[in-house]
Nanobody, 120 residues
């Protein structure tokens, strides 16, 4: 099993920046992707950034050129640097891990969310 714990949310003004961090633990060797999702009030959870092992990072169109996700495999962490934040970026942000476990492939887990509020 894999667990992920995110941190770094908070209140930020429009146009500001914020950095989220996440640490993965458990069956780290089984992870094949890390990333970030978010869920705004009244909306479905959506992918923000996906970082597959050895692959290119995929971003939601709404955050391209504003958000940068990165992984540190030595520390089992994934980060999300958010810039030029907009009120519509307000959401609960969830760290995400996809992993294989035994004969089970591409299991998914989301940790507890961290709230990001963009408001003046």
């Amino acid at each position: 099993q894999v667990q992920v714990v995110a941190s770094g949310g908070g209140l930020v003004q429009p146009g500001g920046s914020l950095r989220l961090s996440c640490t993965a633990s458990g069956a780290i060797f089984a992870i094949n992707a890390l990333g970030w999702y978010r869920q705004a009030p009244g909306k479905e959870r959506e992918l923000v950034a996906l970082l597959p092992n050895g692959g290119s990072t995929k971003y939601a169109d709404s955050v391209k050129d504003r958000f940068t996700a990165s992984r540190d495999n030595a520390k089992n962490t994934v980060s999300l640097q958010m810039s030029s934040l907009k009120p519509e970026d307000t959401a609960e942000y969830f760290c995400y891990a996809r992993y294989n476990y035994g004969h089970l492939k591409n299991l998914e887990t989301w940790g507890l969310g961290t709230l990001v509020t963009v408001s003046s």
